[in-house]
């Protein structure tokens, strides 16, 4: 199971390298490393940025790949040699790309973030983009759900398989900041948002991105959670854990 990676995507914006180092020359090694000691099961956490802006939403797993971010060029690169290594030495390997996940856990992305900066000032809420971005999220149980059966329902069947993983809807980035705000019993928060180019929140950034897991449904998952379900879980969580920490 191949989750060692840099997820933070804005960070490439200034250190491109960072991605090419962590995510794709650390999957090149893995692939060595697998190759010469004759292990031959992978399943990779890739991600949805490797679509890039899509021009429908949902997206299925036979859309383009396009990556506008260093990051989702990154994870497409992985995908690319671990195909190569399955064809040329015999690798199975079963390629997973998540949606946001999120949980109690959650130390970046725009949960975390809001959660944080409504610690700090909870008269004011600073929002990347113009805030009509959408996402899908998904809770970290179900995204684990998902992978065990998307292992043990391909692995050893097939040599190469690509999911979605995500739930069946979406929200926006201001439906977040709500989640956040009534969460933690604040009122009359102002929002100010930082819209970049055409809303989003930085160079790299995608409008909108939501995730066809007909797929993946079809060999038996089920997301428990949707979105704002899964937003709101988290958002109570992560108040717990911050406030035990003292922050």
């Known amino acids: 199971f191949?989750?060692?990676?840099?997820p933070e995507v804005r960070v490439s914006t200034t250190n491109p390298d960072?991605?090419?180092n962590e995510n794709v020359v650390a999957t090149f090694n893995l692939l060595e490393a697998m190759r010469?000691?004759?292990?031959k099961q992978l399943v990779f956490a890739s991600s949805s940025s490797v679509y890039g802006e899509p021009e429908s939403i949902p997206v299925s797993e036979d859309a383009p790949i396009k990556p506008v971010s260093v990051y989702g060029a990154s994870k497409a690169a992985c995908?690319?040699?671990?195909?190569?290594?399955?064809?040329?030495?015999?690798?199975?390997?079963?390629?997973?790309?998540y949606a946001n996940v999120i949980g109690p856990r959650l130390r970046h992305g725009v949960v975390y973030d809001f959660i944080v900066k409504l610690y700090k000032n909870p008269k004011q809420l600073e929002i990347l983009g113009d805030g009509t971005q959408k996402r899908s999220y998904i809770y970290i149980d179900d995204a684990v759900e998902a992978t065990l059966i998307a292992y043990n329902r391909t692995a050893r069947r097939r040599q190469f398989e690509v999911y979605n993983v995500g739930s069946e809807d979406y929200i926006t980035v201001k439906d977040v900041a709500d989640i956040a705000v009534e969460t933690m019993g604040l009122k009359d928060v102002e929002y100010v948002y930082r819209p970049v180019g055409q809303g989003v929140g930085w160079r790299g950034d995608v409008k909108n991105m939501a995730l066809s897991i007909n797929k993946i449904k079809n060999i038996g998952f089920k997301p428990l959670l949707n979105s704002t379900e899964a937003v709101r879980k988290t958002a109570l969580m992560l108040q717990k854990t911050l406030n035990r920490e003292g922050k």
Do not use: P, Q
């Not at 191949?2 to 840099?6: E, G, I, R, S, T």
């Open 2 to 6: 191949h989750y060692a990676a840099n």
């Open 18 to 20: 960072i991605h090419f």
């Open 36 to 39: 010469k000691n004759d292990v």
């Open 79 to 97: 995908e690319a040699l671990i195909h190569a290594y399955c064809n040329l030495y015999g690798l199975e390997a079963v390629v997973l790309r």
